[in-house]
């Protein structure tokens, strides 16, 4: 089992630049790919992007491609999110989620019912 916790959201002018952090206690970290989802008000959580067990293989979501690097330090146990030129529809609450699950196209780990252990989530606003 592994526990999630997000950290890092805040409030954020358009064409900023923020990072969020996933912290994960599981002695077992390496075997997990991580995801970011968001929710934004009014609407249904999104799939952000995902990095494998590894770290050398990440899938974003188009919307965010280019702007948005997910990696991780298997060292620390932590996940990260650099969100560069943030704009307002980006506004939501984050979430990091773990998957046990293994596969060779990360394109196919953006559905979150591959997704068995989810964080609080952490706020992310980005004023116009």
């Known amino acids: 089992q592994i526990q999630l916790a997000e950290s890092g959201g805040g409030v954020v002018q358009a064409g900023g630049s923020l990072s969020l952090s996933c912290a994960a206690s599981?002695?077992?970290?390496?075997?997990?790919?991580i995801a970011w989802f968001r929710r934004a008000p009014g609407k249904e959580r999104e799939f952000v992007g995902v990095?494998?067990?590894?770290?050398?293989?990440?899938y974003y979501v188009d919307s965010v491609n280019g702007r948005f690097t997910i990696s991780r330090d298997n060292a620390k146990n932590t996940v990260a999110l650099q969100m560069n030129g943030l704009k307002p529809e980006d506004t939501a609450v984050y979430y990091c989620?773990?998957?046990?699950?293994?596969?060779?196209?990360?394109?196919?780990?953006?559905?979150?019912?591959?997704?068995?252990?989810w964080g609080q989530g952490t706020q992310v606003t980005v004023s116009s």
């Open positions: 599981a002695p077992s970290f390496t075997s997990y790919s």
């Open positions: 990095i494998n067990w590894s770290g050398d293989s990440t």
């Open positions: 989620a773990a998957s046990f699950i293994t596969a060779q196209t990360m394109a196919v780990m953006k559905y979150d019912f591959k997704y068995d252990y």
